[in-house]
């Protein structure tokens, strides 16, 4: 299977680990994240805490073994937080996939012609590509209602971006 160019926004990323789709990510993208995103996932700082969330333990698991790659944008745009800015910047400019989850810069990136993919995008394409049950999609659908809007995924036209 081809491998599509991803870039990985916090949002995306911390749905993804918290639900248990993150590991499926990379059969079907190479995922890149820029510094911003790093620094939102990987939120505690070593020197006043020994805390570490497990979506941090895992993404720094996945970097650790050339998983993850780093990619930064030339240049952030100033909108929304500084990791969906440069998580779309970089998107846009190397005309790849976005990964991520919130409501109002998938709107926006999808809007600006960006290819994107959501949480619930991702676990309806696992079940179509015959990677999970009809049980677990449902199962991952309905833990995502809580955190995801249905406007980011579900009324989009023409299906699943893949």
């Not at 895992?58 to 500084?82: C, I, S, T, V, Y």
Request: charged share 20%.
């Amino acid at each position: 299977m081809m491998l599509f160019d991803a870039s990985l926004d916090t949002s995306f990323w911390n749905v993804a680990a918290q639900v248990g789709v993150a590991p499926y990510l990379f059969s079907f993208f190479r995922v890149y994240y820029c510094s911003a995103v790093e620094r939102e996932i990987v939120t505690t700082d070593p020197g006043e805490t020994s805390l570490i969330y497990p979506q941090a333990m895992l993404f720094r698991l996945l970097q650790e073994d050339g998983r993850l790659h780093q990619a930064e944008p030339e240049k952030p745009l100033n909108l929304f937080g500084m990791g969906e800015a440069c998580a779309l910047a970089v998107a846009r400019e190397r005309a790849w996939t976005l990964l991520i989850n919130d409501a109002r810069p998938l709107q926006f990136a999808r809007a600006s012609g960006i290819n994107c993919v959501a949480v619930p995008d991702f676990c309806v394409l696992l079940y179509a590509q015959r990677k999970i049950t009809h049980a677990a999609v449902e199962g991952y659908l309905k833990r995502l209602a809580p955190t995801t809007s249905p406007v980011s995924w579900s009324n989009r036209p023409g299906g699943l971006p893949m």
